[in-house]
T-cell receptor, first 113, second 115 residues
Framework: SQKIEQNSEALNIQEGKTATLTCNYTNYSPAYLQWYRQDPGRGPVFLLLIRENEKEKRKERLKVTFDTTLKQSLFHITASQPADSATYLCALSSGGGADGLTFGKGTHLIIQP | DSGVTQTPKHLITATGQRVTLRCSPRSGDLSVYWYQQSLDQGLQFLIQYYNGEERAKGNILERFSAQQFPDLHSELNLSSLELGDSALYFC??????????????FGPGTRLLVL
């Protein structure tokens, strides 16, 4: 069955450093991979989408890479700030808008001042 | 604010009961998705509707059902509730245009507690 693995342990990063989160998947050939941010008790918020034929995508301090051979995505937050503290979810989809997203369980990121 | 609204925000009920959760998608969005989030299972896709028609089904129990109305709002009906149905239920919507439809915009959720 499809499986998405994200760091289950909380990730503690010092303010100003780069945070790197990992998403690995098995038994899946996604056309799209997305990253969402979720704060406690709130709905996920879309951050970045990368397609299977793209290697890297950037948006302001965020960068995502997608390696379909390794079946892995890396999500980077540069110059991290305490406000970046949240749970980050990796999500996969087959494309065509005709299915729901398959989410990992998320990585809890803590940026310490 | 994503533009997706959900009511009620909180719901407390008893085992065996039935509840209805309501969602209004972003203006212009035709797709509505329902997700369940529990501590042990994470965020799980339940069902998708597109312009009134069921389009995809995920891990939705037979006790659960949904529909999308002509004004595009959607309702998720949960019946014969069990303790294990206690969770956060999210609704999401996506744009109708190809290329934009992969990104989903989530509502604030309904927290259901079954006692």
């Amino acid at each position: 069955s499809q499986k998405i693995e994200q760091n289950s342990e909380a990730l503690n990063i010092q303010e100003g450093k780069t945070a790197t989160l990992t998403c690995n998947y098995t038994n899946y050939s996604p056309a799209y991979l997305q990253w969402y941010r979720q704060d406690p008790g709130r709905g996920p918020v879309f951050l970045l989408l990368i397609r299977e034929n793209e290697k890297e995508k950037r948006k302001e301090r965020l960068k995502v890479t997608f390696d379909t051979t390794l079946k892995q995505s890396l999500f980077h937050i540069t110059a991290s700030q305490p406000a970046d503290s949240a749970t980050y979810l990796c999500a996969l989809s087959s494309g065509g808008g005709a299915d729901g997203l398959t989410f990992g369980k998320g990585t809890h990121l803590i940026i310490q001042p | 604010d994503s533009g997706v609204t959900q009511t009620p925000k909180h719901l407390i009920t008893a085992t065996g009961q039935r509840v209805t959760l309501r969602c209004s998608p972003r203006s212009g969005d035709l797709s509505v998705y329902w997700y369940q989030q529990s501590l042990d299972q994470g965020l799980q896709f339940l069902i998708q509707y597109y312009n009134g028609e069921e389009r995809a089904k995920g891990n939705i129990l037979e006790r659960f059902s949904a529909q999308q109305f002509p004004d595009l709002h959607s309702e998720l009906n949960l019946s014969s509730l069990e303790l294990g149905d206690s969770a956060l239920y999210f609704c999401a919507s996506s744009a109708p245009l190809a290329g934009d439809q992969e990104t989903q915009y989530f509502g604030p959720g309904t927290r259901l507690l079954v006692l």
